[in-house]
Structures are given as C-alpha cells and as structure tokens.
C-alpha cells in the first residue's frame, strides 16, 4: 500500500471523479490544485518507488487535465511488462494493469492470454478477499484492454457466493474467513469485485443473490456518520489492517463500490441519508446591460424586444463537466431599493443545449438572484439557496439641458442657451455680483424612468487654478442648479475673470458617464475688502519636480592679459645667450677627449655614464616643474643604482689603462 498521506490525497481526487458524493460544500477545481496535485505526485529522478504509487500519479493527472505532465513511459513501461510477464504477486499484476491501462505500453496479446488463464485459476482457489479483487480487478481490465482475451468465468456464481459469504448482518465484510472482524473499507472492495463477476460472467448470476447484497448496501449505510455541518462519510473500525485507513479513504472505498455494483446491476437502491451530486452553480456575468447585446445574450436569446436583460445560468460538475439533467429556478428576484416587493416570483429558467446555459429574459430593474434546488427525485447539492448580485447597467438619455444668467432681484432670464450634453459646443457667458447662473437638465433611463445618478457635480474653475464644486440637485424629473453670486462672492474670493464651467453625471451603471466641459462665464466681482479671506495658493503639480530644470549658464574668469608674440621670442632668445656663451667659452678652452675609451665596450658604458648623469639633471627639472618628493625618490633610486654600475665599469676600465702607461 502507498503511504497515508498519498492514499489519502488520491482518495480524496478519487471522490471528486466519481458520479455522485455525500460531500455537501463543494468548490470547482482550479489551477492551484493542479499545481499542488503536480507538486505532490511528482515522480523521483523520473520514476515512481511502485506501481502503486505510478498508478495513482497517472490517475490523478488524468483526472484534473494536467497537460504538463512528467514524462515517466519511458522508466514505467519496463516495469509494466517486467510485472505482466513473470509470476509477480497479484497486487503488482493488478496496477501493472491500471498503468497499461494509461500508458499504452506495448503489450502483446499472448502475455494478456496467459495472464488471463493464470488468473482465472487463482479466483477460483482464492480464499481472501484481497486474493479475489486483485484477481476479478484484473480480469475486468484485461477484458477493457484486449477484447480478444477469453475472460469470462464459468462458475460465476460460485465466486459470487464465496465473496457474499464474507459479508456480516451489518453489512460490512471480512477480509478472509479466518478473520472474525469486519471492515467498511473491505466492504467496498467486496461490492467492487461482485461487480466485477457479475460483469465476467458467462451467464447471468441469480438474481436473488444480487438482491440479497443490495439489502447489504442499505445496512452499510445506516452506519453512516455526520459531521457538524452536515457532511456524511464513513468512518473505519477494523484495527487489525496492515495501515490505519482514515474517513476519507474509507468513503470512497465504499462510494467506488457502489457506484460499480449499481453500474452493473438494475433497479434502485434506497438508502438513508443525502446523497448529492456536488455541482457547481456560476454566471458568467454579473454585470447585464439594457441597451448593448452582449456576447452571451446574442448566442442565447432570440428576443425581439429593444430593451431587456438576460440571466444565464451555468451549471457543471467541480471538476467542469456538464451536470446532468435538472432543473434551475428564480426563487426571488426584488430591487435592492424594495427588498420586501418581488419583482419575480419562482420562475423557472429554461434550458439551451446548444450552450448549456438556464437563462431567463428581461429583468427590468437591479436585482438580486437566489436560485432553487429541484424537488425531483434526484436532489444536486449546490450548497444551498445561492445569493447572486446582479448589476444592469444602460445608456441614460440626457435631454432638455439649458443654461440661463438670471437678474438676481427679479429673476428674469438675461441670457439663456441651450446645451447639447453629447457634443463638444461651448457657451459663452458673463455676469456680475447681482445675477444668478442657473443650470438644469434631465437623465432617463432606457426605460423611460427618472434616473438619479450617484454624482453630479458643477465644478467653477478660476484662471488662476482655483476651483470651487457644487452639487447639483434634483426635483422630480429635472435636475437644478442655481449659483447665487451675491452670496458667493466670499468663497470665490472676490477674484473677479474667467471660469470653466465644468459638469460631471456618473454612476455605476450608467454607461454613458461623462465629464463635460461646458464653457465659460466672465464674473465681474467687487473688491475683496481689508479682511476677507485670501486665495488659496495654487496647488503645485506634483510631477513638475520631475520636469525639466532651467539651464544653468557657466561664467568663466577672463583670461589675463599677456605680451605680444614677437616679445616673448625675444625673451626666449635672452635665456638662451648663457647656454651658447657656455658652448664658446668650453671651445675656447679646449676640451680634452683623449681619455674618452676607443674600444667598443668601454665607449658604450662611457656614453650610458654621461646619459645617466644627464637623466639626473632631468629629474631635477622635472621635481621643480610637477613631480612630487616621493616620486622623485623612487626615480633617483633606479638612476643611482645605474649610475654606480655603468660609472664602476668605466672607472675601472680607466685604472686599468692608467696602470699600463705607468708601467710601460
């Protein structure tokens, strides 16, 4: 058996896959769970540590629709038919078959011949129940793999009477006949082999005898438990197993079983408690329009009306199939405004096999959505009456926009025009202290109802960047705004100029939304008195510190002023007369080169002498002009150390001639 926790996972996506659950709260499986399924059965350095274990892996991806799956044929398949073609254990057989089942491996139908007789022989002198299922288990799936095989069972019955007389009163089964105690989880394994029988039998098995085992299921399932939320499962009692087998292993050893015997067999099986098909319940849109077709409602609805909404309603199982047949109702649907009044009342929704939706027609209003469980025989859990906001959005008319400058003591209209809110035209206006400026227009929706948006603002926008809102109002049908100057001349400062006028309308479900500039009014204002309230600073834009600099223009010190060429040659000329007075006065005298070494080697360290002494000369130029002390040092080093080998040499040469004159 493959560790607790592997079982337990591949038990629990077992569950998922199978057609119906007793597991009430479901949620539909999303990529994460792939990702963590992928995670956890992920093989080793590219193999898996058993059959077992590769089974359960290669299940498990299957079933979830993992596309990135581990390439494993190539380390699994020689294991396959490494178990397939020698006398291995029936439990290797067995889920060496389940991989083939999956993999494809290249089995020959001679191999799937002689396991078949191999294992016919075995049923028929097993005595436990283990023995049994891992024998039928796989002669099902010979015959699902290689319908040339001869599979069927000629006593049929007698297997089918050796595996009933292991079932207890209780309706649980013992693994063998030595054992006393009985387990829930081998009375799945039990119904799951007599399925396989009665599947391979080459007549058909006594119907009594079937009878017989579904009064065994209805006494399983009064063992059944609850938790506190109202979840059922089945809990193990055998302790004398290899493992300790937990509640989610054992259920859906009970629920396999089942499932296969009910498969296989006719007629219904009464047993207490819920059970459920976990569906999942979604709308693919929460947000419906009155006047644009979306997609949905275009492949849906065939209606000719110029206004209305569609709800669609999918329903599929939690891993994304189609649910079976059933029915979908509109238990309520009222205005989040009027709670208390329904707009509909227990509608069903009607069915659409080409796209699978329950959809229902023309919801007027925003409402919110709770659907119904069908009271048929077959009840689908979908965690019970669900609560769906729906939103309907439109285009709401704007008509009869005016704008008027009124006298303020009489209130006759000085100035009025017309505004087109869906254009791009501009007014032009002018008032003083003393009149009024009065905007007004109306919003209706597509149907032809008052709308009342959640913001409609007029904004006055001074030159100077100041701005001043105002919320607009509304009575009846007509929204009003009327801006007295006289009593505003203090919260606009007294600035007297030109301001924007600017209109805002918008609302959540108002798809035409805008912010409408719709010109401007010259104000003539009076002087602000000593003490009336300043203007505030203009708000600096915060991303103007990230705008460009002003350039920065560097002044540079003049040069001083210098001699003409001609005189600095001149001076030149002047500090050279030294040098040329030495080069004479050394002719003059007459230089004595006699000494100097005719012979090749000696010339050469004579010349390297005179050059080093030069260098040294240089050096000091070059400390007086640039070099530092210590550069200087380091460079006198290097010279000394020259001058004293190539000065050695020269010396001795020199001692060496003048001991030869002496001598001669």
């Keep these: 058996m493959a560790t607790n926790a592997v079982g337990a996972a591949f038990a629990f996506l077992l569950l998922l896959l199978l057609p119906f659950s007793i597991c009430r709260t479901v949620h539909p499986i999303s990529d994460s769970h792939r990702s963590a399924a992928s995670d956890l059965f992920a093989p080793t350095d590219g193999s898996f540590s058993s059959l077992e274990d590769a089974y359960e892996a290669l299940r498990v991806f299957e079933i979830l629709a993992i596309e990135k799956k581990p390439p494993v044929s190539t380390a699994t398949c020689p294991k396959v038919l490494q178990n397939l073609g020698s006398s291995s254990p029936l439990k290797d057989l067995f889920y060496a078959l389940k991989v083939n089942a999956i993999l494809k491996c290249n089995v020959g139908g001679e191999v799937f011949k002689d396991i078949a007789s191999r294992l016919k022989a075995t049923v028929s002198d097993a005595s436990t129940l283990l023995d049994i299922y891992y024998s039928i288990g796989s002669l099902v799936l010979i015959k699902d793999q290689d319908s040339n095989v001869d599979v069927l069972l000629a006593d049929a019955d007698g297997i089918f009477q050796s595996i009933k007389a292991l079932s207890q009163s209780d309706g649980r089964w013992r693994y063998s006949s030595n054992n006393p105690e009985s387990s829930t989880y081998a009375a799945g394994l039990a119904l799951e082999a007599l399925a396989g029988v009665i599947s391979l039998a080459s007549s058909e098995i006594d119907q009594t005898k079937v009878s017989i085992v579904k009064n065994d299921i209805v006494k399983l399932f009064d063992s059944i438990e609850k938790y506190d939320d109202g979840t059922f499962y089945f809990d193990e009692k055998f302790v004398g197993g290899p493992e300790h087998l937990g509640s989610l292993s054992t259920t859906a050893s009970v629920v396999r079983g089942v499932t296969a015997f009910t498969a296989v067999t006719s007629g219904k099986i009464n047993v207490s408690g819920v059970i459920s098909i976990p569906l999942i319940l979604s709308l693919p849109e929460t947000v419906y329009s009155l006047t644009k077709k979306g997609q949905l409602k275009q492949h849906l609805v065939l209606s000719a009306k110029q206004f209305y909404v569609s709800v669609a309603v999918r329903v599929n199982t939690v891993l994304g199939s189609a649910a079976p047949p059933l029915t979908v109702k509109l238990v309520r649907a009222f205005s989040t405004g009027a709670k208390d009044s329904a707009v509909i009342d227990s509608k069903e929704l009607q ?90 227009f109306q919003l209706e929706s597509p149907h032809g109802h008052v709308f009342k948006p959640h913001q409609a603002f007029l904004k006055l926008k001074h030159e100077t960047k100041i701005e001043h809102i105002f919320l607009v109002g509304n009575s009846g049908k007509k929204f009003e705004i009327i801006l007295d100057f006289l009593g505003l001349v203090e919260k606009l400062y007294y600035l007297s100029g030109k301001y924007d006028i600017e209109l805002t309308v918008g609302d959540a479900v108002m798809e035409n939304s805008f912010l409408r500039l719709l010109g401007h009014v010259e104000l003539d204002l009076p002087e602000a008195p000593e003490k009336a309230a300043r203007p505030p600073v203009p708000p600096v834009d915060p991303y103007s510190r990230y705008g460009p600099k002003a350039e920065i223009t560097h002044l540079f010190r003049a040069p001083e002023k210098r001699p003409p060429q001609q005189l600095s040659l001149a001076f030149l000329g002047v500090t050279l007369l030294p040098f040329i007075g030495f080069l004479v006065g050394l002719l003059r005298l007459g230089v004595n080169l006699k000494n100097f070494p005719g012979s090749t080697v000696p010339a050469t360290f004579a010349i390297l002498f005179h050059l080093g002494i030069a260098a040294v000369l240089l050096l000091y130029v070059l400390f007086w002009l640039k070099l530092d002390l210590f550069t200087t040092l380091k460079t006198f080093g290097l010279l000394g150390a020259f001058l004293m080998f190539v000065g050695h040499r020269i010396l001795s040469h020199l001692a060496l001639t003048s001991a030869k004159v002496k001598s001669a």
């Design 351 to 440: 069915y659409n096999e080409k796209s699978g939706f329950h959809f229902l027609d023309s919801i007027p209003k925003n409402v919110d959505i709770l659907l119904h469980e069908s009271d048929s025989e077959k009840v689908y859990a979908t965690g019970g009456q669900i609560h769906v906001p729906i939103y309907v959005t439109g285009i709401i008319k704007v008509g009869n926009a005016e704008i008027a400058v009124l006298d303020s003591d009489l209130g006759s209209i000085e100035t009025q025009k017309t505004l087109d809110l869906a254009g791009n035209d501009a007014v032009s206006l002018s008032a003083n202290h003393l009149q009024k400026l009065r905007l007004s």
